[in-house]
């Protein structure tokens, strides 16, 4: 059974830095494309980052692109987003997500999400 | 960037009704096209991956068609169950961007 465990979320002030964690079990992890996917509170979908199982490519949306940071340790079945210089539109639950392959494709498992609160 | 417009935004349908969501991508995304139920409280539920091909487990009843850029979730018989929000999202290239949402309820 595939699981997706997400960690690292909290409140943090304006400015701030956080690391989310994603441990993942039940498939083969280095040989899949991971991401993760955002949502304010109220609010649509938005995806933020994307990493593929091959050669680590990584990739960002506008929004957080040169703030945020995604990896993977395949040693470890994880996967990090560290988000720095946060500011209140990040606020959101952030999924961890599985993709259907080794690059970019359709989202097949989502974690339960972890809360990021930016807020002085 | 590849722009995706659903429509529309909210819909009204009595059960056993035919259900149709349109999502319209700004240029060409060929067949890389998903679309995800997210019912309340939930999270995202893959239903269709390569504009038309169900997911495993997902009810026949939903299906997946596209015509040039413009894609269609059809729920071919609404069912209380399927009350939900409905997002497509492209995923030829990055960024990944998701449609709108359309949410959808029962009269």
């Known amino acids: 059974e595939v699981q997706l465990l997400e960690s690292g979320g909290g409140l943090v002030q304006p400015g701030g830095s956080l690391r989310l964690s994603c441990v993942a079990s039940?498939?083969?992890?280095?040989?899949?494309?991971m991401s993760w996917v955002r949502q304010a509170p109220g609010k649509g979908l938005e995806w933020v980052s994307a990493v593929t199982g091959n050669d680590d490519t990584t990739y960002y949306a506008d929004s957080v692109k040169g703030r945020f940071t995604i990896s993977r340790d395949n040693s470890q079945n994880t996967l990090y987003l560290q988000m720095n210089s946060l500011r209140a539109e990040d606020t959101a639950v952030y999924f961890c997500a599985k993709m259907r392959g080794l690059n970019l494709a359709a989202i097949n498992y989502w974690g339960q999400g972890t809360l990021v609160t930016v807020s002085s | 960037d590849i722009q995706m417009t659903q429509s529309p935004s909210s819909l009204s349908a009595s059960v056993g009704d035919r259900v149709t969501i349109t999502c319209r991508a700004s240029?060409?995304?060929?067949?890389?096209l998903a679309w995800y139920q997210q019912k309340p409280g939930k999270v995202p539920k893959l239903l269709i991956y390569a504009a038309s091909t169900l997911q495993s487990g997902v009810p026949s009843r939903f299906s997946g068609s596209r015509s040039g850029t413009d894609f269609t979730l059809t729920i071919s018989s609404l069912q209380p169950e399927d009350v939900a929000t409905y997002y497509c999202?492209?995923?030829?290239?990055?960024?990944?961007?998701f449609g709108g949402g359309t949410e959808v309820e029962i009269k």
């Open positions: 240029q060409a995304v060929s067949n890389y």
């Open positions: 999202q492209k995923y030829n290239s990055a960024p990944l961007t």
């Open positions: 039940g498939f083969s992890f280095t040989t899949y494309a």
